[in-house]
């Protein structure tokens, strides 16, 4: 047992079985694909969508969906920085716990913060983070609006909408970046098979 943390009495307790354990036996790697960017531009379709590709290769996945998330977990957080910085780091957390049981865990969040995004990012080994931007124009967003909410917030009856009158800062050096080609938007099994490769190339799909 180690000490840990900021001196409260808390104690790691180590495990015999660990990561590389489990990863063997589910013959993958355990990381985090962490889908990023506007209400509406497809994080949610294409986590779905990676998590069946995965499934049909015999590969273990688990979905953690900020909406989702915000029915449980994360109930009691509004949308103010602080409560999505709050809804991050917790997700971030969860994310890390589920890639060290080794699984793919696809976490799909506006998480519109660099800084939050970061923190997850330092939380896991290196290169086991892995940042997708859904980089879709916010008018093709607000085009689909298939929650509503756009027109909503354009009515002002929704404050602090991110796109409209909140922020969005776009990933710097993200590892993925889905994109429109010609202003067409490609599938969500376009896309999700552009995850899969990269995550092959990589040898997250085997232990
Ligand atoms: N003010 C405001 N801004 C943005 N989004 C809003 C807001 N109010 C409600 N919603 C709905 O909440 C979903 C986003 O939740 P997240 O947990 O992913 O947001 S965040 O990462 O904490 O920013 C988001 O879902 P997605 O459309 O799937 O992104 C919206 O349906
Ligand atoms: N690649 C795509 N091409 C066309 N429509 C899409 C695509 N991906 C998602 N959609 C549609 O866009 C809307 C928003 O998708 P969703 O996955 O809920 O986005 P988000 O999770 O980012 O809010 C849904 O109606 C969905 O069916």
Request: with cysteine.
């Amino acid at each position: 047992m180690s000490a840990v943390g900021n001196g409260n009495n808390i104690f790691w307790h180590n495990c015999p079985v660990g990561k590389p354990e489990r990863e063997k036996l589910l013959d993958q790697k355990g990381c985090v694909v962490w889908i990023t960017g506007l209400s509406g531009s497809g994080k949610s379709t294409v986590a779905c969508s990676l998590s069946r590709e995965l499934h049909a290769r015999g590969k273990i996945s688990y979905v953690l969906d900020g909406d989702n998330l915000r029915h449980g977990l994360n109930k009691n957080l509004s949308f103010s920085a602080e409560d999505r910085a709050e809804n991050i780091r917790r997700v971030g957390e969860v994310a890390k716990l589920f890639a060290d049981a080794g699984l793919i865990c696809i976490a799909s969040l506006i998480s519109p913060y660099r800084r939050d995004r970061d923190f997850c990012r330092e939380l896991l080994p290196e290169a086991n983070f892995i940042e997708v931007f859904m980089n879709m124009p916010l008018e093709l967003c607000e085009a689909r609006d298939a929650k509503g909410l756009y027109k909503l917030a354009r009515e002002g009856k929704i404050k602090g909408f991110t796109g409209i009158d909140d922020p969005y800062e776009p990933p710097l050096n993200c590892e993925i970046e889905l994109r429109q080609n010609d202003g067409v938007c490609p599938t969500p099994c376009a896309m999700a098979k552009q995850i899969v490769a990269y995550l092959e190339e990589k040898g997250f799909l085997e232990a």
